[in-house]
């Protein structure tokens, strides 16, 4: 996949190409321009591969080396072996940030692809004005997360807020969506799950729209109920799609950083303090560089091992 | 699914995605006491809101320090990025695999890890507090590469070819035959960086702590949590609708490019 059709051809064609300029003994301008292309290719790649290695490759060895390293950026760096990680093992806000984190991850992952699903099947169905449906769903994921965030800050208020004021004039008890820590991390799940779930939609349906006709012309076939239609052929060709959508929306859950920054610091009883916000914290509230990027590296394993785990877990659990 | 079922549903979810957007417009004209109520109108159109907001923040400077440092990242990300996308798929030369392999690697590095030695490092060239620390570290954007290449695959090798055998150089070759044949793949690559560095607000607050060089989403965030705004809704609301604004009319004009490209970006980044 990643070699461009011809590799070898190519080579021999060059070889052919300059014999034939021998030939007609075409100047050492163009014979350049035949022999140039491989030290081009350094030339043209290296700009980033520079940068790379300046903006990837110095920081990723330095955060390991920062693992080891008390600092606060202003005195010399101290060493202190493994005591950032023995201490980051007994630090509760850590994991009340991984725990904020999953439980951020179990409401918002089903909530957005049940609600993605929906709409990516009625949008699927050939209705008229679908270009436009599809376009207000998708607004609010090109919209900041600023923008987002301080508008629910006014949806979300307590007395002033406007889907209590809805739910008390239905005769409703106003909901403590912010003010609460049972209440404050279902709310931003609500929130960032109307904000990205448009994006999703467009993956389902683009998932959708790759499943041929045909399959589902056999399965009417077979007599195949609309359940065992959408059980049986949409949902396991619908797979990737889904493995896709999990590890998209768990990063994304991992990213989650200006929604409890802006609405509630983390609070209440750093019941949303998030696994960047923690980092962001540590760093700089309280100077300790070398611990904050040991958190950064270990909030990526965990990444890492749920992303790998989901990969298997949802690869198994439709065949 | 019956037909009026459909729609109902379809409307109901156009309602939810739209209508706080509209009821955002319309509160920043309110006068503050009028924000709470649920009527969609002002009784009383006001731009006290905003009179308030240009107040207390440079909010025009702000939007031009994000347009500086975003076009800057965007047209480097593509011309660097095009570069090196152009060499992976037209050029033979050793260690392009292995360079390759290497760019796929750093997109499975969460940014959480380089946070803070990137800070720090920002710290030591003495870029904090300017645009040159929101800017340098984001030249280069793998996703952007990845899309590039991928459309220069279907480039036929054999024009390459040719236009080497008339003498053509690497660099007019990719300029004046690779770009104009792959306008779609620059167009999808270009509005993922744009977008992405447009509402990028981490990094921003980590480096900038100086208003003259603060970027609008930062802006307006510090201006709502940090008490500019002095915990007036109106004032707050005001900011976040010129911060989405821009981005809102952008995609309107061009929904169809915007859709699709966020949309590649989710398959492929």
């Known amino acids: 996949m990643s070699e461009p059709v011809g590799h070898r051809p190519q080579t021999r064609r060059e070889k052919s190409i300059s014999a034939l300029k021998r030939a007609l003994g075409t100047s050492g301008g163009s014979r350049?321009?035949?022999?140039?292309?491989?030290?081009?290719?350094?030339?043209?790649?290296?700009?980033?591969?520079?940068?790379?290695?300046?903006?990837?490759?110095?920081?990723?060895?330095?955060?390991?080396?920062?693992?080891?390293?008390?600092?606060?950026?202003?005195?010399?760096?101290?060493?202190?072996?493994?005591?950032?990680?023995?201490?980051?093992?007994?630090?509760?806000?850590?994991?009340?940030?991984?725990?904020?984190?999953?439980?951020?991850?179990?409401?918002?992952?089903?909530?957005?692809?049940?609600?993605?699903?929906?709409?990516?099947?009625?949008?699927?169905?050939?209705?008229?004005?679908?270009?436009?449906?599809?376009?207000?769903?998708?607004?609010?994921?090109?919209?900041?997360?600023?923008?987002?965030?301080?508008?629910?800050?006014?949806?979300?208020?307590?007395?002033?807020?406007?889907?209590n004021?809805?739910?008390?004039?239905?005769?409703?008890?106003?909901?403590?969506?912010?003010?609460?820590?049972?209440?404050?991390?279902?709310?931003?799940?609500l929130m960032a799950t109307?904000?990205?779930?448009?994006?999703?939609?467009?993956?389902?349906?683009?998932?959708?729209?790759?499943?041929?006709?045909?399959?589902?012309?056999?399965?009417?076939?077979?007599?195949?109920?609309?359940?065992?239609?959408?059980?049986?052929?949409?949902?396991?060709?619908?797979?990737?799609?889904?493995?896709?959508?999990?590890?998209?929306?768990?990063?994304?859950?991992?990213?989650?950083?200006?929604?409890?920054y802006l609405l509630t610091g983390g609070g209440p009883l750093s019941s949303t303090l998030s696994a960047l916000l923690y980092i962001y914290n540590q760093a700089f509230y309280f100077n300790h560089m070398g611990y904050a990027a040991a958190l950064g590296i270990f909030f990526a394993?965990?990444?890492?091992?749920?992303?790998?785990l989901q990969r298997r877990f949802v690869e198994e659990d439709i065949y | 699914m019956k037909k009026p079922f459909a729609y109902i549903a379809l409307v109901g979810g156009a309602l939810v995605f739209a209508y706080p957007f509209v009821w955002m417009m319309l509160a920043t004209f309110k006068p503050e006491m009028e924000i709470g109520r649920l009527a969609l109108l002002p009784s009383e159109w006001t731009l006290e809101s905003y009179r308030l907001v240009f107040e207390s923040i440079p909010i025009g400077r702000s939007f031009l320090n994000s347009l500086v440092v975003v076009l800057i990242v965007t047209s480097s990300a593509l011309l660097f990025g095009s570069m090196a996308g152009?060499?992976?798929?037209?050029?033979?030369?050793?260690?392009?695999?292995?360079?390759?392999?290497?760019?796929?690697?750093?997109?499975?590095?969460?940014?959480?890890?380089l946070l803070i030695p990137l800070y720090t490092l920002i710290v030591k060239f003495g870029w904090t507090d300017s645009l040159v620390g929101l800017i340098v570290p984001f030249m280069m954007n793998a996703t952007a590469v990845l899309i590039l290449r991928q459309s220069f695959l279907t480039i036929p090798t054999d024009l390459i070819e040719a236009a080497r055998i008339d003498g053509c150089s690497e660099w007019r070759i990719l300029f004046t035959i690779v770009w104009p044949l792959?306008?779609?793949?620059?167009?999808?690559?270009?509005?993922?960086?744009?977008?992405?560095?447009?509402?990028?607000?981490?990094?921003?607050?980590?480096?900038?702590?100086?208003?003259?060089?603060?970027?609008?989403?930062?802006?307006?965030?510090?201006?709502?949590?940090?008490?500019?705004?002095?915990?007036?809704?109106?004032?707050?609301?005001?900011?976040?609708?010129?911060l989405g604004l821009p981005i809102i009319i952008a995609f309107l004009l061009f929904q169809r490019h915007f859709i699709s490209s966020l949309a590649t970006s989710g398959l492929k980044g």
């Not at chain 1, 008390?168 to 991390?185: E, I, K």
């Open chain 1, 165 to 189: 004021g809805v739910i008390s004039a239905l005769g409703g008890d106003r909901v403590p969506w912010l003010v609460s820590p049972a209440w404050a991390m279902p709310s931003i799940a």
């Open chain 2, 86 to 113: 152009y060499a992976f798929t037209k050029i033979n030369f050793r260690g392009r695999d292995a360079g390759y392999n290497i760019i796929l690697f750093t997109m499975m590095v969460p940014f959480m890890v």
């Open chain 2, 182 to 242: 792959s306008i779609p793949a620059l167009t999808t690559a270009g509005i993922i960086v744009f977008i992405g560095n447009w509402n990028e607000v981490l990094w921003p607050i980590m480096v900038v702590r100086n208003e003259d060089w603060m970027t609008m989403p930062q802006m307006v965030a510090l201006f709502s949590v940090g008490g500019g705004a002095q915990s007036k809704l109106g004032p707050q609301l005001a900011a976040a609708f010129m």
């Open chain 1, 32 to 163: 350049r321009a035949v022999s140039d292309p491989g030290r081009m290719g350094y030339v043209f790649s290296a700009p980033y591969f520079f940068h790379l290695a300046l903006f990837f490759g110095y920081p990723l060895l330095f955060a390991l080396i920062l693992v080891f390293h008390r600092w606060d950026i202003v005195t010399p760096m101290e060493f202190i072996g493994l005591r950032n990680i023995s201490r980051l093992l007994q630090d509760d806000l850590f994991f009340r940030a991984i725990r904020n984190t999953g439980f951020f991850l179990v409401i918002h992952i089903p909530l957005q692809i049940i609600v993605a699903l929906f709409f990516a099947e009625l949008l699927n169905a050939k209705l008229k004005g679908r270009s436009f449906f599809r376009t207000v769903y998708f607004l609010p994921v090109v919209v900041s997360g600023v923008v987002v965030a301080i508008l629910f800050q006014q949806l979300f208020a307590f007395e002033t807020g406007y889907i």
């Open chain 1, 301 to 308: 394993l965990i990444i890492f091992v749920v992303v790998l």
């Open chain 1, 194 to 260: 109307w904000k990205n779930v448009g994006f999703y939609v467009i993956l389902f349906l683009t998932g959708l729209q790759n499943i041929p006709d045909s399959m589902y012309e056999v399965a009417y076939l077979e007599g195949a109920t609309t359940w065992q239609r959408w059980t049986q052929v949409t949902l396991p060709l619908l797979n990737p799609m889904l493995v896709t959508v999990v590890v998209l929306s768990t990063i994304g859950g991992f990213s989650l950083f200006i929604e409890p």
